[in-house]
């Protein structure tokens, strides 16, 4: 057996190359990644991992997965606690943004998007990971219709809502300011809770 970086125990062979591969991306990142490569840095070569994952698209969207679901799960949690939560609206959507904006989850945010970038040039090898994407309005569709918004109200303003905050990861990615960031945030958050009542 084999534990990955003390955060659980692996016991079968994908598994433990699924954790390899994540530690490999969350350090190194996916521009210039190979199978080869991969191979190299997890003691297995590039026909393996075409056994077990299929192509790089698809190890490289589990490896994503795996690393926001172990490494950074508040990131999942928040997004949970929104759709069944009783909390007020805009609190609850605090509490994701300060999930999301966690600086702790920044080295997965800049993962997430290089490898979404790539996913949007190669669709059909990353449409498993699309999914899972376009999955993350779920939750904030789900609560916006329990406070009283129709079902294609509540989806577009969940669209509106994951699209602002997707903006906003990207500028606490590159910004010197992440106060300025939380202020914008916070502003924005108040006008779309005001037009959701």
């Known amino acids: 057996m084999v534990s990955w970086r003390g955060y659980g125990v692996v016991v079968d062979e994908r598994d433990r190359l699924l954790h390899l591969v994540a530690d490999h991306v969350l350090d190194h990142g996916v521009t210039s990644l190979t199978l080869r490569g991969l191979g190299r840095a997890t003691g297995s070569n590039n026909r ?12 490289v969207g589990e490896a994503l ?11 999942e949690f928040a997004w ?22 966690d600086p702790a989850n920044l ?16 669709r059909e090898g990353y ?21 009283g918004l129709s079902p294609a109200a509540a989806q577009a303003r969940a ?12 500028t606490l990615i590159m910004t010197a300011d992440p106060a300025h960031v939380h202020r914008v945030q916070a502003e924005a958050l108040d006008a779309f809770c005001a037009r959701c009542r």
């Open 65 to 75: 997965r795996c690393v926001g679901r172990e490494r950074f799960p508040t990131f």
């Open 107 to 122: 080295d997965f945010c800049r993962l997430f998007f290089e490898v979404f970038g790539q996913a949007a040039r190669a």
């Open 48 to 59: 393996m991992l075409l056994y077990y994952f299929g192509s790089k698209e698809a190890l």
């Open 159 to 170: 669209t509106e809502l994951v699209a602002l905050w997707r903006g906003l990861q990207m």
């Open 80 to 101: 949970g606690r929104l759709a069944g939560g009783d909390e007020p609206l805009r609190t609850a959507l605090q509490h994701v943004w300060e999930a999301i904006a």
């Open 127 to 147: 449409g498993e990971l699309l999914d899972d994407i376009a999955g993350w309005q779920r939750p904030a569709a789900a609560r916006l219709r329990r406070e």
